[in-house]
């Protein structure tokens, strides 16, 4: 999710026909399961959470799909395979996060809004106010994870089906978004789903083959493949079974992964895509059961990942994944085609496609339904709106958002995707998470508190990543290359020197909403706390399956 | 249909100061706080051992396995454990307290 998809050159591995018919079969299963699911889309429930209606189980899968990004599968073994043991750090970021969405937020959340983050934020606060600044960031979180995985589809199409020109992969973009609006304003939030599922079953199938395959060759003995991956990587050698090849290089670096591994593990539980799948179930029972299983499943996919990353090490070897196109994001690729041929290699590839389809379009309908449920259902039109009125507007917002989606995709196309991700973790995690956990268990949080969390968190994120390294000034010292967004290393305006802003926005952000609250005077409503708080652990009340 | 709708429960004020609904509060805060505490500390004590001590980290117990390994492996091991033990507690210990208040707030003539 947050290693850089390098834009490559053409691949000279594979063969893209089978690559591109393994795709279209996918697209044309998922197409008929979309159509199939929106036989029921009747209401603003059906349309926004699927009419509350899946179970557990199903839902988990689905975060599951949500959540493992193409970049998580083929940015995490490929970092795994070059830098060894710290790319393992950032799956445990993303595993342990987990646990603060299981414990703290997806019951109570489950219990106590209706589509959006905001629902519950704004439950006992000033309403207009409160849910703008959860509306504008949850707009923000999706459009930078929509458009680092857009852009990441460029790189992956030119890695993958060896279209090298940009022309090409704008237009491969242009379908990856058009597909996307086709999911979500034909299938809804059942639609999307669906794909999110079917994607989720291939890529652990696929991962888990891949896994046993690695494993077998090494008689099922961790020891002897991470001893392979040791001889075959002669300039890391030994550093590679533990921290520090990335990170440890100075005191600076090590601050740096801190900050990350705090973003990580307090980002999950405020990614709006990721919360308004809880509204997909009928209570906060099956909530529960959706989070344990997307646990184990996530749990496991990144446990293969690990095994996937030495075996590439092992069997490819660093030197070939350098010179692929790709770079690191073509380590599991590379070993799909060592292990099982083309075909193989067709089939990851598919998957990892399928990936991107099914990431764009939960994020597109958690935007659209933001925009259309919270500005313009509640702000604009005071809730003087029907459910149609809203769904409407938020079939038009989806397009738009395609619409914006491919555009931005195309320009991003080639620029740092870590960048884009880490900024949607860190706006998560200190714009949305302090003010969920303030409004969901202090009593004497208020409007000002939220307000100043959420606009201070957001402002103090984004101002600190425009003058990191990551933006301008990083130059790679023996090469005297630029490693920044801005190329050209004449332009250096950076004065913030980490790449993750997160150890100083979270702290900052939950100070805000406590020095918010306690200066205001605005009184607590009590009996909308009351609501809340026996409405979000009783269930009282609480938005029912729409029965079909 | 019977309506087992609490007289005394008007208002969700009146659950909330009621002693069942105290009880459920205090039961739910008293396990997800400490665990919550429990696993932050040990992901940022393996975070910080992870940037600041390599010997240690790169120690090896048997083969190619390092304690770095171990460490890692055991993230995912407690987070696992943590899972198991929570869905089973709320399973047997919350949802059954909170469907009795649930159905006295909202009566039985849903």
Not at chain 1, 266 to 271: H, S, V, Y
């Amino acid at each position: 999710m947050t290693a850089p998809l390098m834009l490559p050159l053409a691949t000279d591995i594979g063969n893209p026909t089978v690559n591109i018919i393994i795709f279209a079969l996918f697209v044309a299963a998922t197409l008929a399961i979309v159509f199939r699911a929106s036989r029921n889309n009747k209401t603003a429930a059906d349309f926004y959470a699927g009419g509350r209606s899946f179970t557990g189980p199903q839902n988990g899968i689905a975060i599951s799909g949500d959540y493992l990004s193409a970049a998580s599968f083929l940015g995490i073994a490929g970092a795994i395979a070059l830098n060894g043991y710290d790319g393992f750090l950032y799956s445990i970021g993303f595993l342990v996060a987990w646990l603060v969405a299981l414990l703290l937020v997806a019951e109570l959340l489950r219990n106590t809004g209706r589509f959006t983050m905001a629902d519950v934020l704004s439950f006992r606060l000033k309403q207009r106010p409160v849910r703008m600044a959860a509306a504008i960031s949850t707009l923000v979180v999706c459009f930078f994870y929509l458009l680092a995985q857009m852009a990441g589809a460029g790189g992956l199409v030119a890695l993958l089906l060896g279209v090298s020109h940009r022309a090409g992969q704008s237009i491969v973009i242009a379908v990856v978004g058009i597909l996307m609006i086709t999911y979500v304003l034909v299938g809804g939030m059942k639609g999307t789903t669906w794909v999110q599922i079917v994607k989720a079953v291939l890529l652990v199938i696929g991962a888990g083959i891949m896994t046993l395959w690695v494993l077998a060759k090494y008689s099922f003995n961790l020891s002897s493949l991470l001893g392979a991956a040791v001889d075959k990587s002669p300039a890391a050698g030994e550093k590679l079974l533990s921290p520090g090849l990335q990170y440890g290089a100075t005191g600076l670096t090590k601050l740096d992964f801190i900050s990350l591994a705090l973003a990580l593990v307090l980002g999950t539980a405020g990614l709006p895509h990721v919360l308004m799948r809880f509204y997909t179930v009928p209570d906060s029972k099956e909530a529960r059961r959706s989070v344990s299983w997307a646990i184990w499943i996530i749990g496991i996919f990144y446990l293969f990942t690990l095994v996937l990353g030495y075996g590439a090490a092992a069997i490819v070897g660093p030197d070939r994944i350098k010179a692929a196109p790709g770079k690191a994001n073509s380590a599991a690729p590379l070993l799909a085609f060592e292990l099982g041929g083309e075909v193989l290699l067709g089939v990851i590839s598919a998957i990892a496609f399928a990936t991107i389809l099914a990431v764009v379009a939960g994020l597109t309908i958690t935007a659209s339904t933001s925009f259309a449920h919270d500005i313009y259902g509640q702000i604009i039109k005071n809730g003087q709106i029907s459910g149609d009125g809203e769904v409407r507007v938020a079939r038009y917002t989806a397009v738009v958002i395609g619409i914006v989606a491919i555009i931005g995709g195309i320009f991003a196309n080639g620029q740092n995707i870590a960048f884009l991700v880490a900024l949607a973790f860190a706006v998560a995690a200190s714009a949305n998470l302090p003010t969920i956990l303030y409004s969901l268990f202090w009593r004497r949080f208020n409007t000002r508190g939220a307000l100043w969390s959420i606009y201070g968190g957001l402002a103090s994120t984004i101002i600190l990543i425009v003058f990191s390294p990551v933006v301008s000034g990083k130059v790679d010292k023996k090469t005297g290359a630029s490693l920044s967004m801005i190329t050209d290393t004449s332009i250096d305006f950076h004065w913030f020197p980490l790449d993750n802003p997160g150890i100083v926005t979270i702290p900052l952000a939950f100070v805000l909403g406590w020095l918010g609250t306690i200066t205001s005077k605005e009184p607590v409503d009590v009996d909308r706390f009351a609501e809340m708080e026996v409405r979000s652990l009783t269930g009282a009340g609480a938005e029912k399956a729409v029965q079909h | 249909m019977s309506d087992t709708r609490d007289p005394d429960l008007t208002t969700y004020r009146d659950v909330q100061l009621s002693p069942d609904f105290s009880e459920l509060r205090r039961r739910f805060r008293r396990f997800v706080f400490p665990m919550t505490a429990l696993f932050l500390v040990w992901y940022f004590v393996y975070v910080l051992l992870a940037a600041y001590a390599h010997d240690f980290m790169s120690h090896k117990v048997g083969g190619n396995i390092t304690v770095a390994l171990l460490f890692g492996l055991g993230q995912f091991v407690s987070t696992f454990a943590i899972t198991l033990i929570y869905v089973r507690w709320a399973d047997r210990r919350l949802d059954p307290d909170a469907e009795k208040l649930r159905h006295q707030i909202e009566g039985e003539a849903q």
